[in-house]
């Protein structure tokens, strides 16, 4: 019996995990809102005040063409891989010190999953994978 719990238990914490790990992309669309004062994303998109974020997870940072990066994000030697993204978007100038993104970074867990889902749905043309 106990053992019973114990394997619900588990069973529970593992799928509680994996919902959280998944992110909601709608979600993050809303809060991409705040990005799009600096950054555009999908098809039409062009550099703005910030480098224009398709196709970002998994390509180096520093790599859109056309735009004018600040050495520090540019020798960063960052590779846009979602931990290492994770931790950026949490503390920008944490992460690369000196860099002219002026975004505070976001605080919640959740947020991140968030904005994550909805990143990753732009391949490097921004249409939709
Ligand atoms: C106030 C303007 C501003 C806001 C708001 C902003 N950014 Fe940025 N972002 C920038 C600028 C400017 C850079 C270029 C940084 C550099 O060259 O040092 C940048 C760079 C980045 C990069 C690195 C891109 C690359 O090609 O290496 C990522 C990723 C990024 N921003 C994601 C985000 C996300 C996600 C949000 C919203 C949660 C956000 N930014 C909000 C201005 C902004």
């Not at 390509?59 to 600040?70: N, Q």
């Not at 970074?105 to 968030?114: I, P, Q, R, S």
Request: hydrophobic residues 40%; charged residues 25%; proline residues 6%.
């Amino acid at each position: 019996m106990r053992r019973r719990v114990l394997v619900a238990f588990l069973m529970l914490a593992v799928l509680s995990h994996s919902a959280k790990a998944a992110g909601d992309p709608a979600a993050g669309e809303k809060i991409f809102q705040r990005c799009r004062a600096c950054h555009q994303i999908g098809e039409t998109a062009r550099n703005a005040v910030g480098p224009k974020l398709n196709g970002l997870i998994g390509r180096p940072a520093g790599s859109i063409e056309g735009y004018t990066y600040s050495p520090a994000n540019k020798n960063s030697g960052i590779v846009w891989d979602e931990p290492t993204f994770r931790d950026y978007i949490k503390a920008p100038q944490a992460k690369i010190p000196g860099t002219k993104m002026t975004f505070p970074g976001l605080k919640a867990d959740k947020e991140v999953d968030d904005v994550v889902a909805f990143l990753k749905q732009f391949d490097a043309d921004g249409k939709k994978k």
